[in-house]
């Protein structure tokens, strides 16, 4: 598959993700009486991963994600020459996903942007969690995020269920984090809504570059050592041998 295609399809599956999590936070978490809450929210944005995952994980792999696409390059899954790009096209899409959702939530007569679904810590966290509960918050669950992705993907697992483990391995990670950093563990996530917010959002956006990538990191480095399949280096004995073949002009067993 063209490189140029497979960029397409993360722009397109990061759109998805950004409108379709945000948006569930943005337009239907609270509205009144029938709000979806928090569980809803994780819900959404665990919906779009699979829904995505399905739709284009046999074009681009489904990264939607910076720190997904570091982590699998981490654990030998991804060429590193090929990163940048993606990453890029993540970017693009988050932004044009944030950029839809503000053209919809503003047209409600008494809109005020508010927090547009940002991530943030310290005042901008919905619990008020300090910057330390945040980072390592952001990290652990972006590691754990990656080694379900490298575990669901690997050769060795049952064909065909990895959208739904990594799917729902999201909409967990949403319904633990929420109230810590409104959940990220996807720098694009992060970027697409804050440029929205402007200078608030944006101070406080290098954590959820920087704690994201951290824990795909350590995700790779450790199903590469701990868990990737050790080559065989059995004796190999004659039974195992490859079928003996005659001389030519000789027949088996003379």
């Not at 397409?8 to 948006?23: H, S």
């Not at 005042?123 to 509960?133: E, M, N, T, V």
Request: proline share 7%; with cysteine; net charge neutral.
């Amino acid at each position: 598959m063209k490189l140029s295609k497979r960029l397409a399809a993360e722009f397109f599956g990061t759109f998805w993700l950004v409108f379709g999590g945000c948006g569930a936070a943005v337009l239907a978490a609270a509205f009144p009486n029938l709000g979806i809450g928090f569980v809803g929210v994780a819900f959404a944005f665990g919906l779009t991963l699979l829904t995505m995952a399905f739709a284009i994980g046999h074009i681009s792999g489904c990264h939607i994600n910076p720190a997904v696409s570091v982590g699998l390059v981490v654990g030998k899954r991804f060429p590193a020459s090929e990163l940048l790009p993606y990453i890029i096209a993540q970017v693009l899409g988050g932004a044009a996903g944030s950029g839809v959702l503000y053209v919809i939530a503003s047209g409600k007569p008494d809109f005020v942007l508010g927090g547009f679904a940002t991530n943030g810590y310290g005042a901008l966290s919905p619990g008020h969690y300090s910057l330390l509960s945040c980072f390592v918050a952001e990290a652990v669950l972006t590691c754990f995020f990656l080694l379900i992705i490298l575990g669901s993907t690997d050769v060795r697992a049952p064909k065909g269920f990895a959208p739904i483990a990594i799917g729902l391995g999201l909409t967990l990670i949403h319904l633990i984090s929420i109230p810590v950093t409104n959940t990220s563990v996807n720098p694009a996530r992060s970027t697409g809504p804050a440029l929205f917010v402007g200078s608030s959002a944006l101070g406080q956006l290098w954590l959820f570059w920087v704690a994201p990538i951290v824990g795909a990191i350590i995700a790779g480095i450790l199903y590469r050592v701990l868990f990737a399949e050790e080559p065989d280096t059995s004796v190999k004995t004659i039974a195992a041998a490859p079928p003996y073949e005659p001389l030519p002009g000789t027949q088996a067993g003379n």
